[in-house]
């Protein structure tokens, strides 16, 4: 118990007791006493002081370099902001442009325009020459079959059948070769045209479709022909061809018929009904009879010449993806 009580009264070691007594007999001062010590914290103020000093002759100096640089951003801000400007400005020119084209075209009064445009943008039959593509399964190809495909990388099956991307390459090897129109098993090709897959089948315009599959494309034939399979959609065949055993036959023809695409209208306005002429105050007597004109003509009020039209072309998707010309 006496150890207790005397670590309890006595709890600092009388060594360190007297350790503080002897600093608090030398002063509360903590500077350095001797000539070395003072000399050693004059050394480190001015190394400090140094540090501090180049610190700011540096942030100085940096100063005009770093507003160089913003005047630099913002004269390229200002730049392609009026590259922009002018940009909108030709838009805004070409969009004055086509509505002068359209209005001089509805001006013609007859309709060629609008059938020429129904039969180049599908909504229309056409007939012409071009070129025949017939697009099959390898031989002895099926549902489940034995040929290796490394065109599985997308997903797609390992057997030697036709891919819906297959047939996307060859339609666009064809527009790519100035086609004017395509179709395919029957079904007319538009902007708004889809091929895409469904398990095993293609569909084109959410619409199934069986092999064979039978390209039909309007153009000049030889030279149509010539330009596809240096194309990259021939090329593409010709590799899944001998590759894969996928047989396909291109042929010019003469003449051929591609009928109109489903689900897709055309509509064309016609010019706006001329303004009503103006009654006059009182009612002139009607002129005498002439030998020269009808007896009894009366005037009629002159249409006006601001009379505007446009042409608008309405549609319905039917489906997303895929080959457009």
């Known amino acids: 118990m006496s150890l207790l009580t005397t670590v309890m009264e006595h709890s600092l070691d009388d060594g360190y007791a007297e350790a503080a007594r002897a600093r608090g007999a030398e002063g509360s001062s903590r500077l350095p006493t001797t000539a070395k010590g003072r000399m050693v914290l004059a050394l480190g103020l001015a190394l400090a002081t140094v540090v501090v000093t180049v610190g700011a002759v540096n942030t100085h100096a940096a100063a005009p370099v ?51 445009l129904a039969a180049r943008t599908g909504t229309g039959a056409i007939t012409g020459p071009g070129v025949k593509l017939v697009i099959d399964d390898a031989s002895g190809s099926g549902s489940g079959g034995n040929v290796s495909d490394p065109r599985n990388g997308g997903g797609y099956g390992k057997n030697g059948r036709v891919k819906d991307h297959d047939l996307q390459y060859a339609v666009n090897g064809l527009w790519l070769a100035g086609a004017e129109a395509v179709s395919v098993n029957g079904q007319r090709l538009t902007a708004l045209s889809a091929i895409r897959a469904a398990g095993d089948a293609i569909l084109v315009d959410n619409r199934p479709l069986v092999p064979p599959y039978t390209v039909l494309a309007i153009g000049d034939g030889p030279r149509l022909s010539q330009a596809f399979q240096d194309n990259e959609g021939g090329r593409y065949l010709k590799i899944i061809q001998d590759s894969y055993g996928i047989r396909s036959t291109l042929s010019t023809q003469k003449s051929l018929t591609l009928p109109a695409a489903v689900g897709v209208t055309l509509r064309v306005a016609g010019p706006e009904p001329s303004a009503e002429p103006s009654p006059s105050p009182s009612p002139s007597p009607p002129p005498p009879p002439s030998s020269s004109g009808s007896p009894g003509a009366a005037r009629s009020g002159t249409p006006s010449k601001s009379a505007r039209s446009t042409a608008k072309s309405t549609s319905t998707p039917t489906g997303t993806g895929a080959a457009t010309p």
């Open 66 to 116: 770093l507003a160089k640089e913003r005047d630099a951003l913002v004269s390229r801000v200002n730049e392609a902001n009026a590259a922009v400007d002018a940009l909108q400005r030709q838009v805004e020119e070409d969009r004055d442009e086509v509505e002068r084209a359209q209005e001089a075209a509805l001006q013609t009064g007859d309709d060629g325009g609008a059938a020429v």
